[in-house]
């Protein structure tokens, strides 16, 4: 069965960039789409963006001007960066696996167990 | 971007009360609309895809209808494990994908 972990820093400091990592166990990271999701108080569940297994990736338009996501199959990781983060980019970060029908529909199953980043100084 | 919404944000139930949720996308979605499961401090669970296609392993109890806008997730019979936050979020028109703003379940 497939599990995600995300790891990283859990403190970071207004205009710096937001690093995670999400290692995948118990299955390949190959023939996969990747989708990074943010919760917080105030604004829900947000959709970061995805990437598959050979790099292609989709963006919210919302983040893209300071959203970086990679992928490292030989480590079965994929990776989030976020620049220049205030203290609105304060949430809980989760990883996820698409499931896609219909060649294009991607819903999220299943999810890492989530970690929190807080922007301040 | 499409907005979700849900209604209602709280419904309190029994163990053995039929629930309804409510979701409305804010233009036609057809029927790309899944359902997930959120318990205190633990990740999003996928309950429902395609609005009515239920997840491997989820409950019978559970079932989900609608196309176009309006969106419902029915528990037949709740039980004690179904008190949770769900979530409805759309795969219509991406990016991005957008999520309802939840509606909590809570012990009557």
């Known amino acids: 069965q497939v599990q995600l972990q995300e790891s990283g820093p859990g403190l970071v400091k207004p205009s710096e960039t937001l690093s995670l990592t999400c290692t995948v166990s118990?299955?390949?990271?190959?023939?996969?789409?990747w989708s990074w999701i943010r919760q917080s108080p105030g604004e829900g569940l947000e959709w970061i963006g995805y990437?598959?297994?050979?790099?292609?990736?989709n963006y919210n338009p919302s983040l893209r001007s300071r959203l970086t996501l990679s992928v490292d199959t030989s480590n079965n990781q994929f990776s989030l960066k976020l620049s220049s983060v205030t203290a609105a980019d304060t949430a809980v970060y989760y990883c996820?696996?698409?499931?896609?029908?219909?060649?294009?529909?991607?819903?999220?199953?299943?999810w890492g167990q989530g970690h929190l980043v807080t922007v301040s100084s | 971007d499409i907005q979700m919404t849900q209604s209602p944000s709280f419904v309190s139930a029994s163990v053995g009360d039929r629930v309804t949720i409510t979701c409305r996308a804010s233009?036609?979605?057809?029927?790309?609309l899944a359902w997930y499961q959120q318990k205190p401090g633990k990740a999003p669970k996928l309950l429902i895809y395609?609005?009515?296609t239920l997840q491997s392993g989820v409950p019978s109890r559970f079932s989900g209808s609608g196309s176009g806008t309006d969106f419902t997730l029915t528990i037949s019979s709740l039980q004690p494990e179904d008190f949770a936050t769900y979530y409805c979020q759309q795969a219509n028109s991406f990016p991005p994908f957008t999520f309802g703003p939840g509606t909590k379940v809570d012990c009557k």
């Open positions: 996820a696996r698409d499931l896609i029908t219909f060649g294009v529909r991607h819903w999220f199953d299943p």
């Open positions: 990437i598959s297994d050979r790099g292609s990736t």
């Open positions: 233009r036609d979605i057809s029927t790309w």
């Open positions: 395609g609005a009515s």
């Open positions: 118990g299955g390949f990271i190959n023939s996969f789409y």
